[in-house]
DNA sequence: CGCCTAGTTGAGGTAAGTCAATTCACGTGG
DNA sequence: CCACGTGAATTGACTTACCTCAACTAGGCG
């Protein structure tokens, strides 16, 4: 139970009850894997299963005709990959792993059918959606407004945020599977660039990320440089007891 | 009823009953007006109320220590203003009325209750939700990997075809109140190059927008040129019968 | 051993930014 | 009625952040 990230992830907004936890257990179905590089959920498909990540990272993206990408999101454990496709009948962007993953799958019905008996559950789930949603927001802010420099320290600050929240992270720094190519086409960066911002934060004492980790120098000059304010992450509670 | 536009956008997901459409109508509470410019919702307030808006335009967003804005969204008669402030106790962004609006203001602890007792209304709302999101992600993708232009274009046919959906716009063009300094703040550009780039799209032959109206010249030319495609926002009817 | 992927660095080009000046429409007060 | 101020749009000249192309290194693996 408590090794469910999804339920900590929830349980943290809605107090839930035995009748909520035991649909939750029921949507569990089946469990399946998948390995890197290989999309679960094909932009422009319709009727698309839902997943909840177990294990393992994965990335939201959306491919241009002229065959640019931009990454929407990174998943991590605890996270929904394709809710929106569920529910919008059809899925507006694909979602890759970027390591191997497990996952567990939901069908569109029985999710539809969880909200109909447990209201709660329904709320919860709006909840975390919207959190989803922030978080897409404030890359949209790092893409528009930020240099390359500090739109990378942010976004390496609120991943490590986001991890330490799952345990995967500390103050020190984090495992990070991404290489300097995904990190460009979800910044909006060419890779290139990439290599250079990373050296001059490196430079600047700041982050240095290699071999798979990210470790920062002084956490405090970075999150000042890129301007970064992690309150909209936390919250008081649970907002339905 | 019928011209209550957030009950005409709900409906299009969940065919909605009477039971649904009475704590619908329970919500509109307090009708208010606000002059534009005057921000109704603040970054980083807590406890917020939000609003259905009625009529006019608004534009969420967030600004920087250094002063920079960037535009997350408009909203339009029918959208949700703040309901991210509400699920997450405090707002991570502020809204501001671009042209006098008026709303119906919504209260937390009331919507909370309606989606404990019609479950259905709580997914019609994650739903909406969830569309919106939708919007934001493609705006992500205009700003991290369109140019000027196509970013442009990209963006003045889809806020066309909103406003199409709710009936304020036609394969003609639609009133736009919004000045270039808002869409430069939109779009992650300067106001000097939004002024180019309306010359450029101008000249080419796509569309015009002057004195407060957009104006396509050639729809086609402009999908095309801009790899606009409408085909998330649409849907097949209601998702729960 | 050789290939492939990820990372690194340099040189030169370009899209978009900044600064600055001008016009125009509008409102407001003398 | 006109002088004035203000906000929006427009255009030109110059600067810069980031891109592209290209070459090279280092590790992993058949």
Redesign the interface.
């Known amino acids: 139970m408590e090794n469910n990230p999804l339920i900590h992830k929830l349980g943290a907004f809605v107090a839930l009850k035995d009748a909520e936890l035991s649909v939750l257990a029921s949507l569990h179905k089946r469990r399946r894997t998948f390995v890197a590089g290989r999309d679960l959920v094909h932009q422009?498909q319709s009727d698309q299963a839902a997943y909840i990540l177990a294990s393992g990272w994965a990335c939201s993206y959306?491919i241009?005709?002229?065959g640019?990408?931009?990454i929407?999101d990174f998943q991590i454990p605890g996270d929904f990959l394709g809710?929106?496709s569920i529910?919008?009948?059809?899925s507006?962007?694909s979602v890759e792993p970027v390591t191997d993953i497990e996952v567990t799958e939901i069908h569109a019905a029985d999710l539809?059918d969880a909200?109909?008996?447990?209201?709660?559950l329904?709320?919860a789930?709006?909840?975390a959606?919207?959190?989803?949603?922030?978080m897409?927001?404030?890359?949209?802010?790092d893409?528009?407004?930020?240099d390359a420099a500090q739109r990378m320290a942010h976004f390496l600050l609120e991943l490590g945020a986001r991890l330490t929240l799952v345990k995967l992270g500390s103050k020190q720094g984090y495992a990070c599977p991404l290489t300097q190519y995904l990190l460009a086409d979800a910044?909006?960066l060419s890779a290139v660039h990439v290599n250079r911002v990373l050296r001059q934060l490196r430079e600047a004492g700041m982050v240095t990320f290699r071999d798979g980790f990210v470790m920062y120098e002084d956490y405090d000059k970075m999150a000042k440089f890129a301007?970064f304010d992690p309150?909209?992450m936390d919250?008081?509670g649970p907002?339905?007891k």
């Open positions: 422009g959306k241009l005709e002229d640019q990408r931009q929407v809710l929106r529910l919008l009948h059809m507006d962007h539809l909200f109909a008996r447990t209201p709660r329904a709320t789930v709006l909840w959606a919207s959190r989803d949603e922030a897409v927001v404030e890359h949209l802010v893409i528009g407004r930020r910044l909006g301007q309150s909209y919250h008081q907002l339905l």
